[in-house]
């Protein structure tokens, strides 16, 4: 259970490293946008008092609008620079290429590029770049086309967000973004645009990863120690201690020593059911003790040992409740159980007891093996469903935590099916899990009885770390459930043929206008004429539950 809690936990927090990088990637790289914006209008604003941009756009597009198909065509030779030679020899131009050049080495920009805008081709005419790499600068007259939905986004550029990430020539990560430049007529004829480079928040994202990852170790560290203590303290260690008194009792019984005292000893104050186990089984030592003590002179093992069973079962069934009506001031249902042992010692339960004022909790289980050790584990997973069923209104985590909790301590190997349900009183609402059980027999809104198979997971202390699923159903005032264990359907005859799910549900639906005690004592009825004297191999528990209706102005 403790490995489960903290590999869930560190799920959750690798999650959040993903969100909160791509988060603080984003931010980070929205607030350099929104400086390099500013930083570029700065530039602009200042670079008027020496250099008219406008004339120098208007120079290089009529130069651009000159030239031939052909003369385009050759970008880059030396004859094409000559028709924007003009354009260079400016004192305008070189003004304002020194300016920017000093404003990029200042800047830490790749690149910072001034272009004119022919709106009647849709063409960049590149005027001064700055790049640092030859595989990233335009020289003068240098052109480019760029679609009308581009030049649309340039013009309307948020300073949150960058206008476009790309890759250079060098594999380098690229954001660019720019600030448009107007003529009085509010008319567009150029961008001054910046290329950021992406690695440059390389430290201060490793930064954050490093704090984030430091966080999440110590805090999922923290977590798991305390889980362990928890689970050591309230669940584990009690069960362990309950499990090796139970070991070096049979051990103690099976050499004949009768006077020790292996519950009686055991200091467990976990305030729950697990407490009241250890005081259970230390009862149930005394009065073996006692009981031993007073045969003690009989010579016959066997009668011994039937005595010790006995004993035994009457503390088995003790720990069941047994006296009907069970909750007398509840009108909302009526609920009514029986257990018969094929052996004197059974491994079925039932259980059921309210988890407050408006839920009920009612389970049937059978464990794999018959005997004291079957009926030792049997209230040893009877105390664990109680112990969480109480913190945890949910039927699939009850017998998640109980699944985990036998399988740390299943050292005899043993195994159980599980039906649990848990029921709002006041609505009907029935919320319930399979763990290798059989399925309930369900009658509803006045049809007959029938069998609802739903999910079926495997049985508790079989495969740790399974995860349990959970169905849910709404009960109408009339509606009832019925629950048992594989000795019902497979009781035998004489000629060793079974009793079956299909006479079962023929005994079920001739009674199923009955209280839960009449349709119980029904079906055992039925059992009783198939089988005969036929002597029974498995235990056959039987649970109903009949709901009358909600007490806040439902039917009752």
């Known amino acids: 259970m403790t490995n489960t809690a903290v590999a869930v936990s560190l799920l959750v927090a690798f999650i959040g490293l993903i969100v909160g990088t791509v988060s603080f990637f984003w931010t980070l790289l929205a607030e350099n946008m929104t400086d390099t914006f500013y930083m570029l209008g700065t530039a602009i604003v200042a670079s008027k008092d020496f250099a008219d941009t406008e004339v120098l756009a208007e120079d290089a597009v009529t130069a651009y609008r000159r030239l031939s198909e052909e003369e385009r065509a050759s970008t880059g030779t030396d004859e094409y620079r000559r028709h924007f030679s003009h354009v260079c020899e ?103 645009m910046a290329d950021y480079a992406l690695k440059n928040m390389a430290f201060d994202i490793a930064m954050f990863l490093i704090r984030y990852i430091i966080a999440i170790v110590a805090a999922s560290i923290l977590f798991a120690f305390l889980l362990n203590r928890h689970f050591a303290k309230t669940l584990a260690k009690p069960i362990n201690t309950i499990s090796t008194a139970a070991k070096d009792y049979i051990k103690d019984k099976k050499a004949g020593i009768s006077d020790s005292q292996h519950f009686s000893s055991l200091d467990i104050n976990t305030g729950d059911e697990i407490e009241k186990l250890g005081s259970v089984m230390a009862d149930m030592e005394k009065e073996l003790s006692a009981y031993v003590e007073s045969i003690k002179d009989m010579t016959a093992k066997e009668e011994r040992a039937r005595a010790e069973l006995d004993m035994a079962a009457q503390i088995q069934k003790s720990a069941l409740p047994d006296i009907f009506p069970a909750f007398p001031d509840k009108r909302e249902f009526d609920i009514y159980a029986s257990m018969e042992a094929a052996k004197v010692v059974g491994g079925d339960f039932y259980d059921f007891f309210p988890v407050d004022d408006d839920h009920l909790c009612f389970a049937i289980a059978d464990v794999s093996d018959k005997g004291i050790p079957a009926a030792l584990f049997m209230m040893s997973v009877q105390s664990v469903i109680r112990s ?34 848990i029921l709002e009183v006041s609505t009907g609402r029935l919320i319930y899990a399979n763990a290798g059980h059989e399925p309930a027999a369900f009658y509803m809104k006045e049809n007959s009885f029938e069998l609802v198979r739903g999910q079926k997971k495997p049985a508790i202390g079989i495969i740790p770390g399974m995860k349990y ?27 060793g043929k079974f009793f079956g799910r299909d006479a079962l549900l023929e005994a079920l639906r001739n009674h199923e206008k009955d209280d839960p005690e009449t349709v119980v004592k029904g079906v055992s009825d039925a059992i009783s004429s198939f089988t005969k004297d036929a002597e029974q191999f498995d235990d056959m528990t039987m649970l109903c539950l009949s709901y009358n209706g909600g007490n806040d102005g439902g039917m009752i």
């Not at 913190?391 to 036998?406: G, M, Y």
């Not at 699923?469 to 004489?494: M, R």
């Open 90 to 192: 400016l004192e305008d131009y070189k003004q304002l290429t020194d300016y920017l050049k000093h404003y990029q080495s200042i800047n830490s920009y790749e690149n910072i590029y001034f272009v004119a805008y022919d709106k009647d081709t849709n063409v960049f005419v590149h005027v001064i770049d700055t790049g640092h790499y030859g595989d990233t600068t335009y020289e003068t007259g240098d052109w480019e086309y760029i679609s009308p939905q581009e030049v649309e986004k340039l013009q309307s550029i948020s300073i949150t967000v960058p206008c476009s990430i790309r890759r250079n020539d060098r594999g380098d990560w690229i954001a660019a973004t720019g600030v448009r430049l107007r003529d009085s007529q509010k008319a567009t004829y150029g961008f001054l």
């Open 469 to 495: 699923e959970e169905q849910e159903i709404a009960l109408f005032p009339g509606d009832k459930v019925f629950l048992y264990t594989d000795g019902v359907p497979e009781a035998s005859d004489a000629e």
């Open 388 to 421: 969480s069923a109480r913190t945890d209104k949910s039927p699939a985590r009850v017998l998640t935590d109980t699944n985990e909790v036998v399988c740390e301590n299943n050292k005899l190997r043993m195994f159980v099916t599980v039906w649990l349900g």
